[in-house]
């Protein structure tokens, strides 16, 4: 499966980006947010990555379907055995009125807060069910 990106740069060079990344050996979807540095250039090197089980996914896909208003997503990288900078990070998806918001908040062990939002069209919100139904099917099915 090929990776999804969103992008949504701006004039101002405020903008974001926004990756789905299925690793079927780990059994997960990574999502990779990174902010826009120049017109038309991503800073991909500090990029803030968030880990979804395909519990999570199926979460976002409820959210999606049944139009709720909103879920966070908590996870703790200091469970995994890979050295990290991150204490904690917080996914938090809302409903808005023109499709979805997507923001990242990563508190780093210096307690400093890094955060990422992308706002996320209905039409490319119907991408990511499939993706994540997708998802779901390999690590259940295959």
């Known amino acids: 499966m090929n990776n999804y990106v969103i992008y949504k740069p701006n004039s101002s060079k405020t903008g974001s980006a926004l990756s789905f990344d299925f690793n079927k050996l780990k059994k997960s ?3 990779e947010f990174a902010k826009q540095k120049e ?16 519990q999570d ?3 976002i896909c409820v959210l999606i379907r049944d139009r709720k208003e909103e879920l966070n997503l908590f996870h703790d990288p200091n469970k995994s ?3 990290t900078t991150v204490k904690n990070a917080v ?3 809302t409903k808005t ?3 979805y918001s997507f923001k990242i908040n990563q508190q780093e062990k210096d307690n400093t807060i890094n955060s990422i939002a992308i706002s996320v069209t209905e039409d490319e919100a119907y ?6 139904n997708k998802a779901i099917e390999s690590i259940y099915l295959d």
Do not use: P, R
């Not at 017109?39 to 395909?54: G, P, R, T, V, Y």
């Not at 991408?127 to 994540?132: E, H």
């Open 81 to 83: 055995i890979n050295e």
């Open 57 to 59: 996914c199926s979460k």
């Open 29 to 31: 979807v990574f999502l």
């Open 39 to 54: 017109e038309k250039a991503f800073d991909w090197q500090n990029k803030q990555i968030f880990k979804l089980s395909a």
């Open 97 to 99: 009125n023109f499709g």
């Open 91 to 93: 996914l938090k998806i």
């Open 127 to 132: 991408i990511l069910v499939l993706i994540f």
